[in-house]
């Protein structure tokens, strides 16, 4: 359990957090979102005692960070800028993190086989790969064999089989009762992996709600594309009951307010004929942006889309 | 969804030592300190070029002068000391002792690992302490070892022309002692001074500046006033300690001016430990 209590961080005149208030609740994966610049790595390390609040109380198992008497015990975390010194191999950072806490050398050659790094153990860490150095910075996390895990942006510049990789070890410590928090810009990502979102821009709360309830919001705004000979009929059997149609083209009907279950079925009660009856994808994407659009700090141009939304059929 | 070749699929709860290893605590810190500071490649060349320099500056020194003892001037043979050259390596020494200092600590810094150091001791303080005291040990050990054998390395050489000195003369123990003492409380300066600038061109920069410009400086100075000063300098004060004897008043007393020295280190060290637990990491 992560508590955040009305949490502003100033650097000097740049407000990064404000006035920021959250629960992350335990045994579920939390994602946190926001665009470049929201305050997202800055409330992650004012949760690991690392920077420290201007005003407010972050809390991890109702104490203070600092005061936790086995940190690595209690909560591990993935930072976005590496903390590992690029000189020394990742079996002697490992054991040294190991031995502030007592943990035994044995935990040690357990967590590298975990991520998958026995060949490279014993080979300095300023060589790794991106990939290799974030299976290094988790290894580092399930050390101490945490209840809780915080991620931020674990899978920033790795490549597809490296986020599939980092993907399913999420679920696996979801699965496994631990919470999870971890951040990305990505609400695509997060559908997959999150189960509750919080959602910040500028340094402050957008939205605290389930993926489920963002979903569903999206899909309340997808449209049914309907072809049909019969335009003008279907348009009239539809109207009325929160329908709204719209047309693109002639022979081309967009219906939004009806699934397209109720759209086939009333043509079929007119007799009119369908060519097509597609419901459009609505984007998670699109919905996120919504969430934050004037939030977002440092907007591109033209408002570009991020790549890789993942639709969702309505 | 099939796992990628190198990988588990998913991390089975490994039956792990959770919270049954107990928390953290300072001799833990030290263990911790002590595996970083071997692990890594620089630190292991630094302190064999300290021990190397330490224990080889001496000896090749006291070669050179008996080799051509006959042609040195009667001043240059009334004013040769054994003891000061038996121990005299520490002019090599101290600046990589002082160097790798700075890099105990501004290489944290520099690599981002400080964070991974204070998220498994968030108090802070303990690491800092580790690192000092680990890297004083280390650097105290090695030194009086080094020191050690350059003293008896110079009187078997000098023996021949009846120079040496034995450990138990005047000065001589407390001039080897001293060197490995000057030499610990130099490198916490250094380490102090990483910590608090948090930077290794900057640390080294401030160490050397501090210790070997200053002097410099100072002599640019009126003669009166440079001379008061003078004394009081870290390096002038640090180097009462490891010297057999001085002549004349431009130095402090031997301890005295060990005891000034160990201040300046006590407050760089101590401004460190406030800043380590007042800014953000
Ligand atoms: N140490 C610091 N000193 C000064 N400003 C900072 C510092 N850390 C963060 N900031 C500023 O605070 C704001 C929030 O930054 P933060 O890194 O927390 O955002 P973020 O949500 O993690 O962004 P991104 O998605 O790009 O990682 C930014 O405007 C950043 O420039
Ligand atoms: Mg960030």
């Not at chain 1, 208030?21 to 949760?47: C, D, E, H, Q, Y």
Request: aromatic residues 6%; charged residues 15%.
């Amino acid at each position: 359990m992560i508590e955040i209590e009305h949490v502003t961080k100033r650097y000097g005149e740049k407000l990064a957090v404000d006035d920021l208030s959250f629960v992350v609740r335990p045994g579920i994966v939390t994602g946190f979102l926001g665009p470049n610049g929201a305050g997202k790595s800055t409330t992650m390390r004012m949760i690991l005692g690392l920077d420290a609040p201007t005003r407010g109380s972050v809390r991890v198992n109702g104490r203070r960070y600092r005061d936790l008497a086995a940190p690595l015990h209690e909560i591990g975390a993935l930072l976005e800028a590496r903390a590992i010194h690029t000189g020394r191999s990742a079996a002697n950072h490992l054991l040294a993190m190991a031995q502030t806490h007592g943990i035994p050398r044995s935990r040690v050659d357990e967590v590298i086989d975990l991520v998958g790094l026995r060949d490279v153990a014993r080979k300095r860490a300023g060589a790794f790969s991106l990939g290799m150095g974030q299976r290094l910075g988790i290894a580092s996390a399930l050390l101490g064999d945490p209840r809780t895990v915080i991620l931020d942006e674990p899978v920033n510049g790795l490549d597809p089989e490296g986020i599939l990789w980092i993907r399913t070890l999420l679920k696996g410590l979801a699965a496994e009762g631990r919470t999870v928090f971890l951040s990305s810009h990505l609400m695509s990502e997060m559908a997959l992996t999150a189960e509750h979102l919080v959602i910040i821009g500028r340094g402050r709360l957008i939205a605290d709600t389930t993926v489920e309830e963002v979903v569903r919001q999206a899909s309340l705004d997808a449209a049914v594309r309907v072809r049909t000979p019969d335009a003008a009929a279907l348009r009239d059997a539809l109207a009325g009951d929160g329908v709204i149609v719209e047309s693109s083209a002639a022979g081309v009907l967009e219906v939004r307010g009806a699934p397209s279950e109720r759209i086939g079925e009333i043509a079929a009660r007119e007799g009119l004929v369908l060519h097509e009856l597609t419901p459009q994808r609505a984007s998670l994407e699109d919905a996120y942006l919504r969430l934050t659009g004037d939030a977002v700090e440092y907007h591109t141009g033209d408002g570009g889309r991020a790549a890789g939304d993942l639709e969702l059929v309505a | 969804m099939s796992a990628p070749a190198l990988s588990p699929a998913v991390p089975g709860r490994v039956a792990g030592p959770a919270a049954a290893g107990g928390g953290v605590t300072q001799a833990r810190v030290v263990r911790a300190e002590w595996t970083k500071l071997w692990s890594l490649r620089s630190t292991r060349w630094s302190l064999l070029a300290a021990v190397v320099a330490q224990a080889a500056l001496g000896i090749i020194v006291a070669a050179a002068q008996m080799s051509r003892w006959g042609s040195l001037s009667p001043h240059d043979r009334a004013t040769f000391d054994s003891i000061d050259v038996g121990v005299g390596g520490y002019h090599l020494s101290q600046l990589a002792i002082g160097v790798l200092g700075v890099l105990v600590i501004s290489g944290e810094y520099s690599t981002g690992m400080i964070r991974s150091s204070l998220m498994a001791a968030p108090r802070r303080l303990p690491v800092l302490w580790a690192k000092l005291g680990v890297y004083a040990a280390v650097t105290f050990v090695l030194m009086l070892v080094s020191a050690l054998v350059s003293f008896f390395g110079v009187q078997a050489i000098v023996s021949g022309h009846h120079l040496q000195h034995g450990l138990g003369d005047p000065h001589a123990l407390r001039a080897v002692v001293g060197t490995a003492l000057f030499l610990t409380v130099l490198g916490a300066l250094a380490l102090g001074l990483g910590a608090l600038l948090r930077n290794t061109a900057g640390g080294i920069a401030a160490f050397v500046g501090l210790m070997f410009v200053l002097p410099g400086v100072v002599a640019l100075l009126p003669g009166s006033i440079g001379d008061s000063i003078s004394p009081y300098l870290p390096i002038n004060a640090a180097f009462t300690v490891a010297t057999s004897t001085f002549d004349g008043p431009h130095h402090l007393a031997t301890w005295t001016g060990f005891a000034v020295f160990c201040g300046y280190a006590a407050i760089v060290v101590l401004a460190a430990a406030v800043q380590l637990v007042r800014r953000d990491a």
